[in-house]
């Protein structure tokens, strides 16, 4: 039997696509959080705990023999020392390297020159990280162009080794963490008002002056998480240690590897990542208190 | 002016080394000579010709597309609840879809290693496509928030206004809006994954090498020009993707300027 659709000729039929029509389930907006909540709950949360569950229970039950271990044998600590000694270095270094490329970011007019410098920045960054590490391989050895160029212009009489030791692995992790710290100032610096250091010019203050006391402080939120963030990536650094490090300046996440791809002690290697993972807690929890207003977390309230 | 050269130092000093790679790629010695002796392509032949390379390079781009597209869902669903609902705990969520960026990659590759491997999903495709996933929902994240809070609230009242309901509001109105950046964090999304190697090494196996991870075995043992050559495609690859996104975004925009 058919049925006679009644429709109302003044309004006009819409069509409605299905997809649409799922939204009109109540609640289902839930799932938009839900979702991504879970996946990030089941792959990164629990694998991490089941992982870190290992530093504490091996095949005879609950032991604390693998934690114990971090402080009564010198070498983890150590380790995690030269890790943090490293992370230091490479932070500072690209502090004092990102701050004019930002600051110069942040003054120049033209479109042009500041896209190009934008992308000067940005084309390292997404560049393969393996890619760059060879070429510093390439760079630093000991017939390598720099120590070739060294030589060729006076400087040096004979080829320094830069190549498996601290200064490669500074070297390399500076140029791969130097973006995260330009970006971070740029950032900051982009929402400081020029009028305020224009100010300050106009009631005498010299150019120098003016840059110290306005400036400058402004920029403190930007030098501080992006130092945070450079910092707390160096400790976990892994690739360019492990391909540009030597054995004596072993990083920490190189030693978990070991522990885990070649002497099989899984035990050890979480007591290890628990370690790192703690440090790194740490650290950010400390800068939580300096951070509160990050450009990238702000405003979403 | 001192400025200006100090930052032309600074950039040169971060891109020229990169660039070394491009002429030793052509050398015609087996080793790393400087000067180069002489030039050939015979390692982008070397290149081409072997098996490993060619199949670890499409594996790549295979899992890239589709853990892209994973992350490119899940941290556009993360962000639009982010800016679109009022819940409890909002900043707890948010550091929770940030984590994966901040907790060391070591720690991530073992971790999916071990609860992976009594699920099968070691030395698999899926696994490698749920693992860089896991890799790229920060990435995309932490992009569409910032896309999505660019937006002009008043765009979406405006449409409520003249009777749309919120839903059909935010897809209509704010969906074509945020869709250039929805592009990008897949490409994004799609680069980071391409070049993931650390959370690879863990779970790639024997049959599921990607192209970093062979890339990490030759940097490992004997580094031979192949390597130059596969640097210089992937950096004119990489350069070319940049290119077009920022042609795409720059068009959209001037696209979003003429409409209004």
């Not at chain 1, 109540?26 to 996946?39: D, E, I, K, M, T």
């Not at chain 1, 030589?151 to 498996?164: D, M, R």
């Not at chain 2, 679109?84 to 879809?97: D, N, P, T, Y």
């Amino acid at each position: 039997m058919a049925t006679e659709v009644k429709t109302d000729p003044r309004v006009p039929v819409k069509r409605v696509s299905p997809a649409y029509r799922l939204t009109r389930i109540p609640g289902l907006q839930w799932l938009l959080l839900l979702v991504p909540f879970a996946y990030i709950l089941f792959l990164v949360v629990f694998s991490i705990i089941g992982f870190f569950k290992l530093s504490i229970y091996d095949e005879t039950g609950f032991t604390l023999q693998y934690l114990t271990h971090m402080f009564t044998e010198t070498v983890y600590l150590q380790v995690l020392w030269v890790t943090l000694k490293i992370a230091a270095i490479v932070t500072v270094i690209s502090l004092l390297l990102a701050y004019p490329v930002a600051y110069l970011l942040v003054k120049v007019e033209s479109k042009k020159w500041k896209s190009l410098i934008m992308g000067a920045v940005l084309i390292p960054f997404w560049i393969s990280l393996l890619v760059r590490t060879f070429a510093w391989t390439m760079l630093l050895q000991e017939q390598g162009i720099i120590n070739k160029l060294l030589i060729s212009v006076g400087i040096l009489q004979e080829p320094i080794p830069l190549l498996y030791n601290t200064a490669g692995v500074v070297i390399g992790m500076t140029h791969v963490l130097l973006p995260y710290m330009v970006l971070s100032l740029y950032a900051v610096m982009e929402g400081i008002d020029q009028r305020l250091v224009q100010a300050a010019q106009g009631m005498g203050a010299r150019p120098w002056k003016a840059f110290i006391q306005i400036f400058f402080p402004l920029s403190l939120t930007g030098v501080l998480s992006g130092s945070l963030l450079v910092f707390v990536q160096g400790l976990g650094y892994f690739i360019t240690p492990a391909l540009l490090g030597g054995p004596d300046n072993m990083m920490i996440s190189v030693l978990i590897q070991r522990n885990v791809s070649e002497t099989l002690n899984w035990h050890l290697a979480s007591a290890i990542a628990l370690l790192l993972f703690i440090v790194t807690l740490l650290v950010l929890l400390i800068s939580f208190f300096f951070l509160r207003n990050n450009p990238v977390l702000k405003e979403v309230e | 002016m001192w400025l200006k050269i100090i930052v032309g130092i600074i950039l040169l000093a971060l891109i020229a080394p990169i660039f070394v790679v491009i002429p030793v790629s052509f050398t015609s010695s087996s080793f790393f000579e400087f000067p180069l002796p002489g030039y050939s392509a015979k390692w982008y032949v070397g290149f081409w010709e072997n098996g490993e390379w060619i199949d670890s390079l499409l594996r790549s781009i295979y899992i890239a597309i589709f853990a892209s597209a994973l992350s490119t869902a899940l941290g556009t669903m993360a962000a639009v609840a982010v800016t679109k609902l009022a819940f409890w705990g909002k900043k707890l969520f948010m550091s929770f879809m940030i984590a994966p960026m901040i907790i060391p990659v070591v720690i991530l590759g073992i971790a999916l290693y071990h609860s992976f491997a009594p699920l099968k999903l070691t030395n698999s495709f899926l696994g490698l496509v749920l693992g860089h996933a896991v890799l790229g929902i920060p990435i995309v994240f932490v992009m569409m928030i910032a896309s999505l809070k660019g937006i002009d609230r008043n765009l979406e009242l405006a449409a409520m206004g003249l009777g749309s309901t919120p839903i059909g509001a935010f897809f209509k109105v704010t969906v074509p809006l945020i869709r250039p950046a929805v592009l990008s964090g897949y490409l994004f999304a799609f680069i980071a994954s391409l070049d993931e190697v650390v959370v690879t090494i863990f779970l790639a196996g024997a049959k599921t090498k990607t192209l970093p991870v062979v890339m990490w075995e030759n940097l490992r043992s004997q580094i031979d020009p192949t390597m130059a050559a596969v640097s210089s495609i992937l950096i004119v690859g990489t350069i070319t993707i940049f290119l077009f996104q920022g042609w795409f975004t720059s068009r959209a925009a001037r696209l979003k300027d003429d409409r209004l």
